[in-house]
């Protein structure tokens, strides 16, 4: 059976919060493992400083030195998606940020936050927390799934749900799952497989 020389395709992840970039390349590499390299870009920069003017004088320099091939730009809208203010404020941080980076970004804006991914997929929460945080038809209308989370969690024997456990969490989503229950997610999703074929 012949082997594919083909090199994997790097993808720089750029987001607001260590634990979400984390968690993130534990899911890529879950569905496209052969495919890709994942690291992350701006390491240090949380939250708003993301998108702020330090980081866009900083991208161009590590893209430079870094060369990826595709770069992920994931935040959380912190609203839901009829906010519309606030969809054309992430968009325009995207925007900024895909300017530094050679028009190679894909965009990864989290309805409410990252936590609606775990909601969508939610039996390998209450496992781990042995807790019982009820499935929703659609993860994009929770408000505040990461209070919902911790509320669920509360009781259980591992204690309250923590951002710092994103990346454990990922490692037993089932990326299908996420791709059938969150619309955002399989917008990217498509998305990101398109430039990997390109």
Same mark, same amino acid.
């Given at each position: 059976?012949?082997t ?5 395709v790097?993808?720089?992840?750029l987001?607001?919060?260590p ?7 534990v899911?890529?590499?879950?569905r496209?493992a ?6 992350a870009l ?6 708003d +400083?993301?998108a702020?003017? /330090? *980081?866009l @004088?900083?991208?161009?320099k590590?893209?430079? =030195? ?12 912190d ?10 404020k ?5 925007d900024?940020?895909n300017?530094c980076v050679g028009?190679?970004?894909i ?5 409410y936050?990252?936590?609606a991914l775990i909601?969508?997929h ?5 496992a ?8 929703q ?7 505040d799934? +990461?209070?919902e989370?911790? /509320? *669920?969690? @509360? ?5 309250e749900? =923590?951002e ?11 990326y ?7 619309t ?11 430039r990997l074929?390109?």
């Amino acid at each position: 059976m012949p082997t594919s020389n083909k090199k994997p395709v790097r993808i720089g992840l750029l987001g607001e919060s260590p634990n979400d970039t984390a968690a993130l390349k534990v899911l890529l590499q879950q569905r496209y493992a052969e495919r890709i390299h994942v690291f992350a870009l701006l390491k240090n920069l949380k939250a708003d +400083k993301v998108a702020g003017l /330090k *980081a866009l @004088r900083m991208l161009p320099k590590v893209y430079a =030195s870094e060369r990826p091939d595709i770069v992920v730009f994931t935040r959380d809208l912190d609203a839901l998606a009829s906010d519309t203010a606030q969809v054309m404020k992430r968009q325009q941080e995207f925007d900024d940020i895909n300017g530094c980076v050679g028009g190679k970004g894909i965009f990864l804006l989290h309805i409410y936050e990252f936590e609606a991914l775990i909601m969508a997929h939610i039996a390998p929460f209450n496992a781990l927390y042995t807790c019982v945080c009820k499935p929703q038809a659609d993860p994009m209308r929770i408000i505040d799934p +990461k209070g919902e989370l911790r /509320k *669920a969690s @509360r009781k259980g024997k591992r204690g309250e749900y =923590s951002e710092n456990d994103c990346e454990e969490i990922c490692r037993r989503l089932d990326y299908t799952e996420l791709v059938k229950n969150c619309t955002y997610f399989r917008r990217f999703d498509q998305e990101f497989a398109n430039r990997l074929l390109k």
